[in-house]
């Protein structure tokens, strides 16, 4: 063996094939892998036929490894689809490789050298969760599921149509191949999924069997003398792509926009004023999560959300304006908090790095206590993400829905008919167009200069954060106020919190005339965002907003979610997520206080 790494899942031997150093076997065929890919997969899963006529195809995969058998999909999918289809594509791997160890792996494809290059230069990361990547080059989507496969199956809110089943040898890796495994991938399945795998063994036979799976041998592929094929009974139902309305166009609205075109989609996004109108206006704003030492969903949920929020940030250009967020600690068990977010693998290695204070005092410039160092947050500009994001707007003042025939008709105040649509992702942020009382008006005030004085990034109460010319800071935080007026006073607030923080930087502003902006926040009850399925209302209505102060971290997970709902395609949020999200939570509670009953959200 050479060229080891010791912390990677992945070994190279001597004749330049991959192996996994964890179970001791090869990730691909070392005859040829990708023709195995192609016989074993493609052909048993009976593509690309299953796709034929279909605008929305989705694959399921155990056992990612070094991207082979997506390529190998994704090169027949850009061939033989149908005009505007869509793949989407679904895999798990509990040990991820790097981007070069892939790249290494797949350089002996060279006809997939195109694919590979995309996949690759957008390879998942590391951290514990689920990955979304975007190829629309290929029409396609890929979410990697950075876990063992019972959890990543347990979460996946999707139907597959067709299922890889690419584990190691099951003689290796049992765990991959068990019956309560194979009894998630037929849960996961549409009606008349096909299955397809390498091995014959006894115990997956048997297992596929017991989840519902018609069974049988085929000629393998090379020296393997047998393969499976598996199918479950039942038909696709056909469906059609529904038009989708967005009213809103702050982050919200201009993220679902973006979510909706990158599946196929071409929604309607409608807004009474300018983009950004709202809360979203600011000169700049922070990309930074929510930090919940807990470490369970919530804090699964905000580093998701983190994560693909920064990943999209990097694609628009011009849009940041820096990097890096010092978190400065507020009191002494802080330390032991950002210790241990730090350490936790919801974040990619190396996100969040603890400073102690003379290394925190030498990046701002002054005294400072310790801090945690956001080294991936994003300092970005709003104006730069809604006009890459929104597209065409609709310039209208919607103030009534109505549905019938399964189409909502969308009023102005005079009733005449502004849209129509099959469904309506309502993003009003504080101005709810349906019953919302869980949402609460939080007015914030922020103040900025224009005197080219650069600061880095940092965060405590409040803020402060460079802007294209000066430096922004605040921001007040004032329940039940729906004022959007500038006022002197907030101003002074704005300076206080910044000469507690920061007393040095403070100095320098004193007789610094500020501009400003006042805007209303959408919060609620729980502090958590709202996105799903309006609760007690028609079928097609769905609700994006509730995002406090962090909508520009939320915002772009949470609107793919809402996305994948009105078109019903997978969502790339875990449904134990999901349920932190869902509008009906509320009710449920209630429900639960009162003795009664309220489903989940529909998987």
């Not at 997956?204 to 479950?232: Q, T």
């Not at 605040?474 to 006022?487: L, N, Q």
Request: aromatic share 6%; net charge negative.
């Amino acid at each position: 063996m050479s060229d080891q790494t010791p912390s990677s899942p992945l070994l190279w031997a001597d004749d330049g094939q991959p192996r996994s150093r964890l179970y001791g076997d090869v990730y691909f065929s070392t005859e040829d892998g990708l023709a195995e890919s192609r016989a074993v997969f493609l052909t048993g899963c009976g593509l690309p036929a299953a796709w034929a006529g279909r605008d929305r195809f989705v694959v399921g995969e155990l056992g990612f490894g070094t991207g082979l058998n997506i390529l190998a999909l994704l090169d027949l999918w850009r061939t033989t689809h149908e005009p505007g289809a869509h793949l989407h594509i679904f895999s798990v791997e509990a040990h991820p490789l790097s981007a070069d160890e892939a790249r290494r792996a797949l350089a002996a494809w060279p006809e997939l050298a195109d694919l590979a290059r995309l996949l690759t230069d957008r390879w998942p990361g590391q951290a514990r969760g689920l990955h979304r990547v975007e190829l629309p080059e290929a029409s396609a989507t890929l979410d990697l599921a950075v876990m063992d496969a019972h959890h990543g199956l347990e979460g996946w809110q999707g139907r597959a149509d067709a299922w890889f089943l690419d584990g190691f040898s099951p003689a290796l890796n049992p765990d991959m191949w068990d019956e309560a495994l194979l009894a998630l991938v037929a849960a996961r399945s549409a009606p008349g999924a096909r299955a397809a795998t390498f091995t014959v063994a006894g115990a997956v036979r048997r297992g596929l069997l017991a989840a519902g799976f018609i069974v049988e041998k085929r000629p393998g592929h090379g020296r393997k003398r047998e393969r499976l094929e598996a199918s479950l009974p039942g038909v696709h139902r056909a469906t059609t792509t529904p038009r989708v309305a967005i009213v809103g166009a702050g982050i919200a609205g201009a993220a679902a926009a973006r979510a909706l075109r990158t599946l196929g989609c071409k929604p309607i996004l409608i807004e009474a004023q300018t983009a950004g109108a709202g809360a979203s206006g600011n000169p700049a704003a922070l990309v930074t999560p929510r930090l919940d030492a807990g470490l369970g969903p919530l804090a699964a949920l905000f580093a998701q959300a983190y994560g693909r929020a920064l990943r999209l940030y990097e694609g628009i250009p011009d849009a940041i304006l820096s990097r890096g967020v010092l978190q400065l600690a507020d009191r002494e068990r802080d330390l032991g908090r950002f210790a241990k977010i730090a350490a936790a693998d919801l974040f990619e290695p190396g996100a969040l790095l603890v400073r102690d204070l003379d290394e925190a005092s030498a990046r701002m410039a002054e005294p400072v206590p310790a801090a945690l160092d956001m080294t991936g947050a994003l300092v970005i500009s709003p104006a730069a993400v809604l006009e890459a994001w929104c597209g065409e707007v609709l310039r209208a003042t919607v103030a009534g829905l109505h549905r019938s025939d399964g189409v909502w008709r969308l009023s102005d105040a005079d009733g005449g008919t502004v849209a129509q649509a099959e469904a309506v992702i309502l993003a009003t942020g504080h101005q709810p167009l349906w019953s919302q009382p869980e949402i609460r008006p939080v007015r914030g005030q922020a103040s900025w200069t224009r005197d080219g004085a650069a600061i880095p990034a940092a965060a405590w109460g409040g803020y402060v954060l460079p802007t294209q010319d000066g430096l922004l800071f605040g921001a007040t935080h004032d329940r039940d106020d729906v004022g959007s007026d500038v006022r002197e006073a907030d101003h002074d607030r704005n300076r206080a919190a910044l000469a507690d923080a920061l007393p040095q930087r403070a100095s320098r502003l004193e007789g610094l005339s500020l501009e400003g902006r006042a805007s209303v926040r959408a919060t609620t009850a729980d502090r958590l965002p709202l996105a799903g399925a309006a609760p007690q209302a028609d079928a097609g209505l769905f609700l994006l907003g509730g995002f406090g102060s962090r909508g520009f971290c939320l915002a772009p997970l949470l609107a793919e979610h809402v996305a994948a709902l009105a078109l019903g395609a997978p969502s790339p949020l875990p449904a134990g997520l999901t349920e932190l999200v869902d509008p009906a939570r509320f009710l449920r509670r209630a429900a639960r206080r009162g003795g009664a009953s309220i489903p989940a959200p529909a998987r």
